[in-house]
């Protein structure tokens, strides 16, 4: 069966960086859309980043383009999330998520495979 494990969440203070990885099993992930959801409780998950398994291409929400990177290891099933120059706003819960198919996608509900998330606290 198909898993996804992040890994790398931590406390950070303003402006330093965290390098989240997720490990994706099961299947192979040609012609699928892998993507990072963030979360605050109470509100609705956020599409932060999400790149095209096979071509690499990649898509950024405005509120992370330029901070935030996107890539992932080909062979090793392992996609990442270079985040730089956080701010107290990007604190959520931060998902690694998969859906067959390409092409990007906001909405967290077509995302079938899902992490089980890793806490980014960002301190002021």
């Known amino acids: 069966q198909v898993q996804l494990v992040e890994s790398g969440g931590g406390l950070v203070q303003a402006g330093g960086s965290l390098r989240l990885s997720c490990s994706a099993s099961?299947?192979?992930?040609?012609?699928?859309?892998m993507a990072w959801f963030r979360q605050v409780a109470g509100k609705e998950r956020e599409l932060v980043a999400a790149?095209?398994?096979?071509?690499?291409?990649?898509y950024y929400g405005d509120s992370v383009e330029g901070r935030f990177t996107i890539n992932r290891d080909y062979m090793k099933n392992i996609m990442y999330l270079q985040m730089n120059n956080l701010l107290h706003e990007d604190t959520a819960v931060y998902y690694c998520?998969?859906?067959?198919?390409?092409?990007?996608?906001?909405?967290?509900?077509?995302?079938?495979?899902w992490g089980q998330g890793t806490q980014v606290t960002v301190s002021s």
């Open positions: 790149i095209y398994w096979s071509s690499g291409n990649t």
């Open positions: 998520a998969g859906r067959s198919g390409i092409g990007i996608v906001r909405d967290s509900e077509r995302f079938a495979y």
């Open positions: 099961g299947r192979t992930f040609n012609d699928h859309t």
